[in-house]
């Protein structure tokens, strides 16, 4: 058992199979107005935090293909009200999350600390824009009833894992 890759695709798995799937869903259940709204003046829309994260995932993407690269600036204050289309909002994360997955898959060495960080500010950030769209639409997510769950996620790994 290599625990390093086993934590490499958990990882892969629970960005790709699970956060992705519940950021594209939170932003199909929402309109435009919805997607760029901020609730007060100091708050974040979600298409904000989208882009956010959308940010966070390319730069460790890089990361995992040349880990010697730097950035000038950090991107903690980057929640920047885009305004774009939902449908360009989807396909640059559709992207990003892919390419994401393309660039793990293929790396031998990973450096877990940041993985890991990637991981958890994702969820994070993702809790964020499940809670709002369900207080904007007054709809619930099911996520667990319609099978993005644990029990799939893990599914999911032990495949890639035996396979």
Same mark, same amino acid.
């Given at each position: 058992?290599?625990?390093?890759? =086993?934590?490499?695709?958990?990882? /892969?798995?629970?960005?790709?199979?699970?956060?992705? +799937?519940?950021?594209?869903?939170? $932003?199909?259940?929402?309109?435009?107005?919805?997607?760029?709204?901020?609730?007060?003046?100091?708050?974040?829309?979600?298409?904000?935090? *989208?882009?956010?994260?959308?940010?966070?995932?390319?730069?460790?993407?890089?990361?995992?293909?040349?880990?010697?690269?730097?950035? &000038?600036?950090?991107? &903690?204050?980057?929640?920047?009200? +885009?305004?774009?289309?939902?449908?360009? $909002? $989807?396909?640059?994360?559709?992207?990003?999350?892919?390419?994401?997955? =393309?660039?793990?898959?293929?790396? &031998?060495?990973?450096?877990?600390?940041?993985?890991?960080? $990637? *991981?958890?500010?994702?969820?994070?950030?993702?809790?964020?824009?499940?809670?709002?769209?369900?207080?904007?639409?007054?709809?619930?997510?099911?996520?667990?009833?319609?099978?993005?769950?644990? /029990?799939?996620? /893990? &599914?999911?790994?032990?495949?890639?894992? /035996?396979?």
């Amino acid at each position: 058992m290599d625990s390093l890759f =086993d934590f490499k695709i958990i990882s /892969k798995h629970r960005m790709v199979n699970h956060y992705y +799937l519940k950021f594209k869903a939170s $932003l199909e259940s929402l309109n435009h107005n919805q997607i760029w709204l901020k609730e007060s003046a100091d708050s974040n829309s979600i298409g904000g935090i *989208v882009i956010h994260i959308i940010e966070h995932v390319k730069r460790n993407t890089q990361r995992i293909i040349n880990p010697d690269i730097k950035y &000038e600036f950090g991107i &903690e204050d980057l929640f920047a009200d +885009l305004n774009q289309e939902k449908e360009l $909002l $989807l396909e640059n994360l559709k992207q990003t999350f892919s390419e994401f997955e =393309d660039a793990i898959s293929k790396t &031998e060495s990973i450096d877990m600390y940041n993985i890991y960080h $990637l *991981v958890e500010h994702t969820g994070y950030h993702l809790g964020q824009v499940i809670d709002r769209t369900q207080r904007i639409t007054g709809n619930r997510f099911q996520f667990v009833q319609n099978g993005i769950n644990e /029990k799939s996620l /893990k &599914e999911h790994i032990q495949r890639e894992l /035996k396979g």
